[in-house]
């Protein structure tokens, strides 16, 4: 994907007087850290709250005729799985680029679906996308501006964007599907969004950027904390050799006493790979994962090559929040260590989903 992409027009002096973003257009991106930093690596610092949707790029036609596109983190075109957003687009000023997340709600749930995202994205046909748009009806939660009035905004510190998109939203009286992100300069304030908001489905940590930062696309440049809970699971299977295994895979029963995969972890540090090689068995016959093939990473093709094991063995985890129906992790979990102290019979069933651990 290109990491920028542009039309400028000159006037006769030379100076730019028009610039206009067009997809595909490489998003800034966030990397996974464990505390906030410090000002003093980051300088001041704004905190948004993360939600657990797809990043996506909106662009507003430049003029009458034109149609709202959704252009999603790998570069791909969307608007039409989202009629309900497209129809809404007259709301919104001409010449914009607005980078959020895209997310559904789940009108029969009554919470945030990302489950209902999936499907909504893999719809075709213009009654399939109508039909799920009345019960799934999408948003769009804005957190940056990177065009206004066909003039890019990338080289503005976050501090400028920021007051923009607020005032963009104030003066255009913006309401459903568009959505303003919460933001705080506040870390109490942060640390609470943490602790009690990703209590909420849909809702999995927080954003933190410096308030002096332009926009660079394809640039790791922002932070991101999601919640994390600590919760049992049974290792059905390894990657790697029984003496050192590289990574668990993952089950929970169901109640019918299936094992159910519900994800892996992140690769095992040298100590937690020699402790869990000196308690894995190879599996007997009649595995219950007997001849089944496991991606390397969620929504990829890659497969894995496994060796299964007794399910037998009690690994406590630490998972964050992106967690599909039954418990299915999204994300890699991190092995915390062995709980021999704990039978496959107390791990909590597969269709009641993560639950946090008490022992």
């Given amino acids: ?198 209590e909420i489905s849909g809702v999995e940590g927080i954003v933190v950027k410096a308030v002096n930062q332009p926009y660079r696309p394809g640039h790791r440049g922002w932070y991101k904390l999601r919640r994390r809970n600590t919760t049992e699971a049974i290792i059905g299977a390894i990657t790697g050799t029984l003496t050192r295994p590289q990574l668990l895979l993952l089950g929970r029963r169901d109640v019918s006493g299936h094992l159910r995969s519900i994800g892996r972890t992140a690769p095992l540090r040298a100590e937690l790979a020699r402790l869990v090689g000196g308690n894995v068995n190879a599996a007997e016959a009649g595995h219950p994962w007997e001849g089944r093939r496991f991606a390397s990473a969620w929504g990829s093709r890659d497969v894995l090559d496994v060796t299964l094991v007794r399910p037998e063995l009690v690994a406590e985890i630490s998972a964050d929040t992106a967690v599909d129906q039954g418990g299915v992790f999204r994300h890699p979990v991190r092995f915390k260590r062995l709980r021999l102290d704990v039978t496959a019979e107390e791990v909590p069933l597969f269709s009641t989903g993560p639950s946090t651990a008490t022992g």
């Avoid at 930093?37 to 430049?62: C, H, I, M, Q, S």
């Avoid at 019960?135 to 923009?164: H, K, M, T, V």
């Fill in 1 to 198: 994907m290109k990491a920028l992409s542009s039309s400028r027009t000159i006037d006769v002096k030379g100076r730019q007087s028009r610039v206009t973003l067009r997809p595909p257009v490489e998003p800034m991106l966030a990397q996974a850290v464990e505390s906030v930093p410090g000002p003093g690596v980051a300088g001041e610092l704004a905190f948004e709250r993360k939600f657990d949707g797809y990043r996506v790029l909106l662009f507003t036609p430049a003029g009458p005729g034109g149609v709202l596109l959704l252009q999603t983190r790998r570069g791909a075109l969307i608007q039409d799985r989202f009629p309900d957003l497209v129809a809404a687009a007259d709301k919104l000023p001409d010449g914009v680029v607005l980078d959020g997340e895209l997310v559904v709600w789940d009108t029969k749930a009554g919470q945030l679906s990302f489950e209902g995202l999936q499907r909504r994205t893999a719809a075709r046909g213009r009654r399939s996308t109508r039909a799920l748009a009345a019960s799934l009806p999408a948003f769009f939660i804005a957190f940056d501006i990177l065009q206004q009035d066909g003039s890019e905004l990338i080289d503005y510190p976050y501090r400028q964007r920021r007051l923009r998109l607020e005032a963009l939203f104030a003066l255009h009286r913006l309401t459903s599907p568009w959505t303003l992100c919460p933001m705080t300069s506040d870390l109490i304030k942060a640390q609470q969004w943490l602790e009690s908001w990703t």
